[in-house]
């Protein structure tokens, strides 16, 4: 539990020191957010909507999601740097188990995610959603369990790898399909049937569904998972990412 604590309040303290990755972290996805919110707020319509709704409302999830994304995931880019430091090395030899070093930088990074998905999440009322104390819990539940399993990604592909530049082109090479397909951008009801079946595979498209239902269950169209569908996946994807990372970081050849 003290290595545990250690390295996710290492990752902590690293992050906020560094106010550039503070800042560059969340602003992009709100600018982001707005651009293509207003770009495409006059030419496209979700299907199913009320009237009045805007696409920059319906979008708001989908940015969450994107915030916790590349956040989570690119903060296990510390994995590299701390094997090039030779910090990580110091760490495996020492005498605390792998799941205490998984689960110390699982944390660290998930909380990293995490807390800019909730600043975020608190411009809420601002892009005129208002869902009360109960929408913002299950927000907040559902954020949780992404960042968790979204880490553990990262951290299984960290974890084999010696270059940062390898790492962001693998990343990206499952970051924005991922992202994509999750009915971030178009409900999975309009999309073709192929991709339906990808958005249904895709651990990604609970996350936005679930706070689809928790921010504006009016843009969630009939026959989406439910609320507690979305927790149980999320929930079980973060299981699996965590087993994966054990494994990862167990093996022989584990650097």
Not at 181 to 208: C, D
Not at 221 to 241: K, N, Q, T, V
């Amino acid at each position: 539990m003290s290595a545990l604590l250690t390295l996710w309040e290492r990752d902590i303290v690293r992050f906020f020191r560094d106010k550039p990755r503070v800042i560059g972290g969340l602003v992009p996805p709100i600018v982001f957010w707005l651009l293509i919110g207003a770009g495409l707020g006059t030419a496209v319509r979700v299907p199913g909507a009320p009237e009045g709704l805007s696409f920059l409302q319906f979008f708001y999830a989908g940015t969450l999601v994107l915030i916790v994304l590349f956040t989570s995931i690119f903060a296990t880019i510390s994995i590299i740097e701390d094997r090039r430091e030779g910090f990580l090395q110091s760490v495996l030899v020492a005498p605390v188990s792998r799941l205490s070093i998984v689960l110390g930088k699982v944390m660290g990074s998930s909380t990293v995610g995490l807390a800019q998905g909730l600043a975020f999440l608190l411009l809420a009322g601002a892009a005129g959603l208002h869902p009360g104390l109960h929408g913002y819990a299950l927000a907040a539940a559902v954020l949780t369990l992404a960042s968790i399993g979204l880490t553990g990604l990262g951290f299984c592909i960290a974890w084999v790898l010696d270059s940062s530049q390898g790492f962001h082109a693998v990343m990206n090479l499952f970051l924005i399909p991922m992202w994509m397909l999750s009915g971030a951008l178009f409900p999975a009801a309009s999309a073709p049937r192929f991709l339906r079946a990808a958005i249904a595979a895709n651990p990604v498209s609970y996350a936005v569904t679930g706070l689809q239902r928790a921010l504006l269950p009016s843009v969630v169209p009939e026959g989406a998972a439910s609320m507690s569908a979305c927790l149980m996946l999320l929930a079980a994807f973060a299981a699996a990412m965590l087993a994966a990372c054990v494994y990862v970081a167990s093996r022989r050849d584990a650097r």
